[in-house]
């Protein structure tokens, strides 16, 4: 997790940087990123032909330029990371100082909770590995395609979905084999599979789950390497109970339905049109998920339960107040963007809504929005706070008394901590 | 009820061959009656009782009209000889019937739905093609090169086996060679909150990688505010759609959509390419449960269309010489897009010869609905039935035939080839890059 307490939380509003000074400075100005704590800003700058540098803040990194940069990232611990190459060859970039190893290519950088993990996919002489912290998986088994991989919060276990099995041309038996596999910390599991998707690792890092395709209307649960023993029609990507382990959900399909599934039973006893971004409480007793009840008719469901309001285009994901008392989530509805809280739309359309912060009680949710081509800070449905040129999610104090916005106006780009009492 | 006498040469597709060998009767009728009972319904049920059998459809359909009327080749005869056949025997048939189903479902009919506008009933036939696909695919008993392509999305959710590193890295080179045109020319990757995300189909980072370069060029010149993701979730074209393995459809147009909303885009533009247009659009979130794309999705010819009309787009040289159109099935008789492509060509074109038909009415290219993609075995018959077109072209007397398109894009060159038209084919972008103007501040 970010330790945020160590922020500054008090209630001030100070300019970090006036980024319009960018646009004079250098040739081109690409989007801007900033750092959990608000503190930084950063911007990948054009200075020459072929010359990149990263603006952060006053500065920039070095006086030395990288032939391509890109992909600027911060690490939760603050840290800023970009993708560089040199000489053709491409390598990680951390506040500035590169890597010692260069690679073909690297990308899909991934950080642990803290930040203090750095993770991305590597090529090199034709091999694909993922290097965790510039120490490169040896893997038993050469790794002809890396699809996607993740890292545990805790950062010492990364796991790929990788190609195991290499394939000619048009193959499909081969391929029927199974030629992917799951790649742990450099292991793959003893078996390779047609189809891999949806991989996670439980909160506590201990098990790792994946969907699995056998064939065409086969799919399956993978949980260390060993099937469920249920198979269903399609699934989609599973889920672990936060203060469990042991406990998996996940959508299946059958006969033309879906279904929310637990280790394999299913315990939502009604069907769906669809179902999908299952998520558990906090305490893990809960769970709510995105719904289709009747076809182009979406919402949530908690515990298997529709809310009662529905909308005509999508939900997402939803989420849990901190006490898991509340339930919200964005909603689309006749080309509108909406925050549904409990099956209550909060306030008017928007062209975009992010996901919201909560305060500790839940009585209170605070998020970004877009309208007109701009960008404010609503409250319970209410905008507070507006005419941002970019805005960044609020943030709520670990105290739960003050909440930090930070954002461009005007071409500056402004870091504040108000009560939340007062916004 | 008697099977037709269809005469065809032998094809070898290893496939279809294995799956005849390994199928049995009692999987075969499983799979029929699980689809029959659970996949379909009242409109499977309405279309087969309707039909009279007038056989008016077959006057629309170009297999039949390329060769020589053949009945083998109409679409009634099509439905005779497959679904009517496994409803009438309650899936009771063996595997090479099956194999036969496959053959003329996936390689003998491009779901093109011409014949649908000619019914008196307006029987959707290409719908019920697609039910004999899906029972097809649920037996694994589809062409191999088209499986292929289907165990790449299943893969990668790309059609090429496009691998991500190679994916951004194209991207990135695409972005250098825009450049050439218009040196501060930028192909923003993963930019949160870009008003559009472009996103294109295999095949142009694979072998058509100036698609990409041109894409940069008139996205700069037009001022748009775009992105195309660094991750999968790029590719657009869905072959799994069109096989009858719908999981996987719906796997890889769930994760395009997801990807946009993931960027925050207000749209999604997609390059030229028809099919992918439909799994988009239609039935990609059909079966996911949205009555429409949750990110609007915007074709090629109508983001060209506004680019042109708003005059975003200058032309500065208009293409000379006589230039034609074919009409992608999926966004002109699917989805209305014809006047807006005739727009786009006469703006760029001097001498815009029409296609007669032309519009809802015009004849496929033979490629559309996978053909293409049943790959070489099935080229021969693809490119025999594609006659009729090649004569409408011939008749134009054009020097460049635009496919907006990309299976029209390859099938109309095999028709150029195997017709010896000596026509050139391209895409409307093209021709947009030599005819656009390119603002003195912004050039080389």
């Given at each position: 997790m970010i330790n945020s307490e160590s922020w500054d939380w008090e209630c001030n509003k100070k300019m970090?940087?006036?980024?319009?000074?960018w646009k004079d400075q250098f040739e081109d100005v690409w989007e801007p990123y900033i750092s959990s704590d608000g503190e930084k800003i950063a911007s990948i700058v054009k200075?020459?032909?072929g010359e990149f540098n990263i603006a952060v803040n006053k500065e920039t990194w070095g006086e030395e330029p990288f032939e391509k940069i890109w992909y600027s990232r911060f690490s939760p611990d603050g840290r800023l990371t970009a993708l560089i190459t040199k000489e053709m060859e491409w390598t990680m970039a951390v506040d500035g100082k590169t890597w010692e190893e260069m690679y073909e290519y690297i990308w899909d950088t991934k950080f642990s909770a803290n930040g203090k993990v750095i993770a991305a996919t590597t090529k090199q002489d034709g091999v694909y590995a993922i290097t965790v912290d510039e120490k490169t998986w040896e893997c038993p088994v050469k790794l002809e395609s890396i699809a996607s991989h993740i890292i545990s919060p805790d950062g010492k276990t990364a796991v790929a979905i990788a190609q195991t099995v290499a394939t000619a041309e048009a193959d499909v038996n081969a391929f029927t084999k199974g030629a992917w596999s799951v790649i742990v910390n450099g292991k793959p599991w003893n078996d390779n599979y047609v189809d891999v998707y949806g991989l996670v690792i439980s909160a506590d890092g201990k098990n790792i789950a994946a969907e699995y395709r056998n064939s065409i209307c086969e799919y399956g649960i993978l949980v260390n390497g060993t099937p469920w023993n249920e198979k269903f029609g399609c699934t989609w990507e599973p889920v672990f109970n936060p203060t469990n382990s042991d406990e998996i959900s996940v959508p299946v399909r059958q006969e033309g339905q879906w279904f929310l599934a637990t280790n394999g039973r299913i315990v939502w006893d009604k069907g769906f049109v669809n179902l999908m971004y299952q998520t558990y409480s906090p305490d893990g007793s809960n769970i709510a998920a995105g719904v289709a009840p009747s076809f182009a008719k979406w919402t949530i469901a908690v515990n298997g339960q529709p809310w009662s309001t529905t909308f005509n285009e999508c939900i997402l994901k939803p989420s849990f107040s901190p006490d898991g008392r509340k339930v919200v989530a964005i909603a689309k509805d006749s080309g509108n963007w909406f925050l549904v809280v409990d099956g209550t739309v909060l306030g008017e359309g928007c062209d975009n809504v992010w996901p919201p912060a909560f305060s500790p009680n839940g009585d209170k949710v605070i998020y970004k929005i877009e309208k007109n081509g701009k960008f404010a800070v609503a409250v319970n449905g209410e905008v507070k706070d507006k005419e941002y040129e970019a805005l960044w999610n609020p943030v709520v104090s670990p105290d739960g008394t003050k909440v930090m916005i930070c954002g461009v106006k005007g071409g500056k780009y402004y870091r504040k901590v108000v009560l939340l009492s007062d916004i | 009820m008697k099977p037709t006498i269809a005469i065809r040469e032998p094809v070898v597709d290893d496939l279809m061959d294995q799956t005849e060998k390994s199928l049995t009767e009692d999987q075969i009728e499983k799979v029929i009656n699980e689809v029959i009972d659970q996949e379909t319904g009242v409109r499977l049920q309405t279309y087969v009782n309707t039909c009279i059998h007038c056989g008016l459809c077959s006057e629309a359909c170009h297999w039949f009209l390329s060769n020589d009327r053949d009945v083998s080749f109409a679409p009634v005869t099509k439905v005779k000889d497959t679904i009517w056949v496994m409803l009438e025997k309650k899936g009771k048939v063996d595997a090479a019937f099956i194999k036969r189903c496959s053959q003329i479902a996936h390689t003998e009919c491009n779901v093109c739905r011409r014949c649908g506008m000619y019914c008196p009933f307006g029987i959707d036939i290409a719908y019920m093609m697609l039910v004999v696909r899906r029972i097809c695919a649920k037996l694994e008993m589809v062409p191999l090169y088209l499986q292929d392509t289907v165990n790449s999305h299943a893969a990668?959710?790309?059609?090429?086996?496009?691998?991500p590193d190679e994916w951004i890295d194209t991207l990135q080179w695409q972005e250098e060679e825009g450049q050439g045109y218009v040196p501060s020319a930028r192909l923003p990757?993963?930019?949160?909150?870009?008003?559009i995300m472009y996103s294109v189909i295999?095949?142009?980072?694979?072998?058509?990688a100036q698609l990409l370069g041109n894409i940069t060029v008139i996205m700069n010149v037009a001022g748009c505010d775009w992105t195309m993701p660094a991750t999968a979730g790029w590719d657009n074209s869905n072959m799994a759609m069109y096989s009858g393995d719908f999981e996987v459809m719906a796997r890889v147009e769930r994760l395009h959509h997801e990807t946009a909303q993931r960027l925050k885009v207000k749209k999604i533009v997609m390059g030229e390419c028809g099919h992918a247009f439909r799994g988009g659009e239609y039935d990609g979130p059909t079966w996911l449960g949205w009555m429409s794309p949750p990110i609007p999705i915007v074709h090629a010819v109508a983001f060209y269309y506004d680019l042109l009309v708003s005059g975003r787009i200058k032309i500065a040289k208009k293409v000379e010489g006589p230039v034609t159109a074919q009409y992608p099935c999926n966004i002109i008789r699917n989805a209305g897009l014809g006047s807006k492509l005739r727009y786009i060509m006469n703006a760029v074109c001097e001498d815009f010869v029409d296609l007669v038909p032309n519009d809802r009415h015009a004849f496929c290219c033979n490629a559309g609905g996978d053909t293409i993609n049943c790959?070489?075995?099935?080229k021969k018959i693809r490119v025999q039935s594609a006659r009729l077109q090649s004569e409408n072209f011939k008749r134009t007397g054009a020097h460049t035939i635009v496919t907006p398109c990309h299976n029209c894009h390859s099938g109309v060159e095999d028709i150029v080839d195997g017709y010896k038209l000596g026509m050139h084919v391209k895409f409307f972008s093209e021709l947009l890059i030599e005819a656009m103007e390119i603002p003195e501040d912004l050039q080389a």
């Open positions: 970090v940087a006036d980024t319009s000074k200075v020459g032909e | 990668t959710m790309n059609q090429m086996w496009v691998k990757l993963e930019k949160e909150g870009a008003e295999g095949p142009e980072p694979k072998f058509l790959g070489p075995p099935w």
